[in-house]
């Protein structure tokens, strides 16, 4: 079973930057970062699979950076220049096949979450 902690969440205003942490127990082939607000469904944000390019939403593209540390087996997301539209919780999520997916459903293991908010 693949456990998963996020940290570095918090509150910023906007323009800021955060740089959220996510630490797993083992090694899997894709990891990514998801994000939820109240109301709206979850959101792949950045999506890092073992095999083939990173891919990120639209909507942070170019202020968002994720990387993974394989010997740590923990995966990073860089948020810069951040909007009140990113306020959200963000969740690591990792699957043990190499999909790539923003989609929830194609990921088994998720972290409890890291709360993110950004005033204007």
Same mark, same amino acid.
Request: aromatic letters at 10%; a negative charge.
């Given at each position: 079973?693949?456990?998963?902690?996020?940290?570095?969440?918090?509150?910023?205003?906007?323009?800021?930057?955060?740089?959220?942490?996510?630490?797993?127990?083992?090694?899997?082939?894709?990891?990514?970062?998801?994000?939820?607000?109240?109301?709206?469904?979850?959101?792949?944000?950045?999506?890092?699979?073992?095999?083939?390019?990173?891919?990120?939403?639209?909507?942070?593209?170019?202020?968002?950076?994720?990387?993974?540390?394989?010997?740590?087996?923990?995966?990073?997301?860089?948020?810069?220049?951040?909007?009140?539209?990113? *306020?959200?919780?963000?969740?690591?999520?990792?699957?043990?096949?190499?999909?790539?997916?923003?989609?929830?459903?194609?990921?088994?293991?998720?972290?409890?979450? *890291?709360?993110?908010?950004?005033?204007?």
């Amino acid at each position: 079973q693949v456990q998963l902690v996020e940290s570095g969440g918090g509150s910023v205003q906007t323009g800021g930057s955060l740089r959220l942490s996510c630490a797993a127990n083992a090694y899997t082939y894709c990891m990514a970062w998801f994000r939820q607000s109240q109301g709206d469904e979850r959101e792949g944000v950045a999506i890092d699979p073992k095999y083939g390019p990173t891919t990120y939403a639209d909507s942070v593209r170019g202020r968002f950076t994720i990387t993974r540390d394989n010997d740590k087996n923990s995966l990073y997301l860089q948020m810069d220049n951040l909007e009140p539209e990113d *306020t959200a919780m963000y969740y690591c999520a990792a699957s043990s096949l190499n999909l790539g997916s923003r989609r929830a459903d194609a990921y088994q293991y998720w972290g409890q979450g *890291t709360q993110v908010t950004v005033s204007s």
